[in-house]
């Protein structure tokens, strides 16, 4: 990860077109490629970025980081305060609480509730960024990657974007589908993922123990 603290502007020209004036920030670039701009807070949430996969131009004075969208995020140094790199290794993941984790477990063992006809390939499916807890075929040999939350935030699907990137890198595999669960998904994330091309769905956890309940009881 590189961490970049500067004075500098930036504008984004896309779908839509934002400035933010010059002022004392934080550049990050990760691994994948992802470049986030940070103010001094507002939680986790940059004020600007942009996903891989993209291409970054480092210029005198300037960077442009560009995507086969066509978008454009231009960001503008005044002064560098201060530019490192740090190597953070490979990530574990973010450990499931209890009721995600058997909430994944029962949809693996269940993927008719996800899609007719689907069948699981494998629990937590591995990237070069962390594994995604399904990966499916549906009837007609398309892969779908399935991210499973107890509750559907922007992080998720953001989390979800990055494991589509790399999983759809593999020939044997691409086109690979999104397909984002939680029992409640928040609006934001409902936006976000219908502007990403990812589905969503919402699952009754307990007519799943029951599923699971009923199954127990024929052994």
């Given amino acids: 990860m590189r961490l970049v603290i500067a004075r500098c502007s930036v504008d984004y020209q896309g779908r839509l077109s934002a400035h933010l004036p010059m002022a004392n920030r934080l550049v990050m670039v990760k691994a994948d490629g992802c470049v986030a701009i940070h103010a001094d807070g507002g939680a986790y949430k940059p004020l600007n970025w942009m996903n891989a996969p993209n291409r970054l131009v480092e210029d005198d004075g300037f960077w442009t980081v560009t995507n086969p969208k066509g978008e454009t995020l231009r960001i503008t ?6 530019d490192s790199a740090w190597e953070l290794g490979a ?3 973010l450990q499931k609480d209890g009721v995600e984790a058997h909430l994944q477990e029962l949809l693996a063992a269940n993927t008719d ?16 960024i962390g594994p995604v807890d399904l990966l499916c075929r549906d009837p007609e040999g398309g892969a779908i990657a399935v991210e499973v939350k107890r509750r559907g935030e922007i992080d998720g699907v953001e989390q979800l974007t990055r494991y589509l990137e790399f999983l759809n890198r593999d020939p044997m595999l691409r086109p690979v589908r999104g397909l984002f669960v939680a029992q409640v998904v928040k609006p934001q994330a409902r936006v976000l993922a219908a502007d990403r091309g990812i589905a969503w769905q919402e699952v009754d956890y ?3 123990r029951g599923i699971e309940s009923d199954e127990l009881r024929l052994f």
Avoid: A, K
């Fill in 77 to 82: 140094f005044e002064e560098i305060h201060s």
């Fill in 91 to 93: 990530d574990p993941g």
């Fill in 113 to 128: 509730h996800l899609g007719e006809g689907w069948r699981l390939v494998r629990r937590e499916y591995p990237t070069d």
């Fill in 206 to 208: 307990d007519e799943l």
